[in-house]
């Protein structure tokens, strides 16, 4: 079973940028799926960034196109998420995920990413972000 961990999570001004991490040894990674959510009070988990862990291809919400980054280091088994130009609507709990199997998409756009996810993925137990203005 994978459990990931999360760490970096914390406060920054907008503007700022923090770095997440998630760590999910034993993890297929030649043909898996990761994905970052996050999750405010009162509203279910968003898929934001994904990485299809067999050749790395990385997908984006548009609200955070061009400030996130997604990136994996198969050696350490650690998925990252680079955030950039944070905003204020960036306050939430970001949880890492790991799908369970191949996916029929590892596009968070994909319109059942959701809920593939939340049926069939291990997830860590979340890292707060708070965005000040």
């Known amino acids: 079973r994978v459990q990931p961990v999360e760490s970096g999570g914390g406060s920054v001004q907008a503007g700022g940028s923090l770095r997440l991490s998630c760590a999910a040894s034993g993890y297929t990674w030649q043909s898996g799926c990761m994905a970052w959510f996050r999750q405010v009070p009162g509203k279910g988990r968003e898929g934001v960034a994904s990485i299809a862990t067999d050749e790395s291809v990385t997908t984006y919400k548009d609200s955070v196109k061009g400030r996130f980054t997604i990136q994996q280091d198969k050696v350490e088994d650690t998925v990252y998420l680079q955030m950039n130009s944070l905003k204020v609507e960036d306050t939430a709990t970001y949880y890492c995920?790991?799908?369970?199997?191949?996916?029929?998409?590892?596009?968070?756009?994909?319109?059942?990413?959701?809920?593939?996810?939340?049926?069939?993925?291990?997830w860590g137990r979340g890292t707060q972000v708070s965005v000040s203005s």
């Open positions: 995920a790991a799908f369970n199997g191949h996916p029929k998409s590892c596009d968070v756009d994909y319109y059942l990413f959701d809920n593939y996810f939340l049926q069939q993925a291990y």
